[in-house]
T-cell receptor
Framework: GNSVTQMEGPVTLSEEAFLTINCTYT??????LFWYVQYPGEGLQLLLK?????DKGSNKGFEATYRKETTSFHLEKGSVQVSDSAVYFC???????????????FGTGTRLTIIP | DADVTQTPRNRITKTGKRIMLECSQT?????MYWYRQDPGLGLRLIYY???????NKGEISDGYSVSRQAQAKFSLSLESAIPNQTALYFC???????????????FGPGTRLTVL
């Protein structure tokens, strides 16, 4: 079955540091890949997505590239801010499920804390 | 105002009690979902509904039931709560698939349920 493995946290960085959160996946077919972010006390929000190999998703200074050859979708940001402190979830959509592209399989989440 | 709301936000109950979690949305979406989030396990799909007359089990539906009272309302019930149902529960919505198939899911703020 499909699965998503992401870097275990928690991750603590200083402000302006470079961020990488690793995500690898196992899937049949050609899934779409996503990063969701969960700020304290809130639900998940879509941060970025990529729907085919070599696509790069980007938003709010975050980027991730869909690497089919390494089955990876690592999240990066060049200079993190305190406001980036949150839990980050990597996810994939199952293109062969009964409801098409909308069945999401989530990773376990990585808690990121940025200190001033 | 929030587009997806959940009530209650926090609930403590006892083993064997019946409890209902409610979700309402103002996004006009047909598709609604219930997930549970457990530490170290990410989010797992409990039930989903594509319209008022369509209800489907997700990967962990045992011990839960749902009711789609209207397009905007989707309730999750625990008929006889047990301690291992202690978790954070999220409702989500999405519209019909757009170009490329996937359409973003929008999450509520979550309900933290504790079963003693």
């Amino acid at each position: 079955g499909n699965s998503v493995t992401q870097m275990e946290g928690p991750v603590t960085l200083s402000e302006e540091a470079f961020l990488t959160i690793n995500c690898t996946y196992t899937a049949t077919g050609y899934p779409s890949l996503f990063w969701y972010v969960q700020y304290p006390g809130e639900g998940l929000q879509l941060l970025l997505k990529a729907t085919k190999a070599d696509d790069k998703g980007s938003n709010k200074g975050f980027e991730a590239t869909y690497r089919k050859e390494t089955t990876s979708f690592h999240l990066e940001k060049g200079s993190v801010q305190v406001s980036d402190s949150a839990v980050y979830f990597c996810a994939l959509s199952d293109t062969f499920s009964n409801f098409g592209n909308e069945k999401l399989t989530f990773g376990t989440g990585t808690r990121l804390t940025i200190i001033p | 105002d929030a587009d997806v709301t959940q009530t209650p936000r926090n609930r403590i109950t006892k083993t064997g009690k019946r409890i209902m979690l409610e979700c309402s949305q103002t996004k006009g979406h047909d598709r609604m979902y219930w997930y549970r989030q457990d530490p170290g396990l990410g989010l797992r799909l409990i039930y989903y509904s594509f319209d008022v007359k369509d209800i489907n089990k997700g990967e962990i539906s045992d011990g839960y039931s749902v009711s789609r009272q209207a397009q905007a309302k989707f309730s999750l019930s625990l008929e006889s709560a047990i301690p291992n149902q202690t978790a954070l529960y999220f409702c989500a919505t999405s519209g019909p698939p757009g170009g490329g198939g996937y359409n973003e899911q929008f999450f509520g703020p979550g309900t933290r349920l504790t079963v003693l």
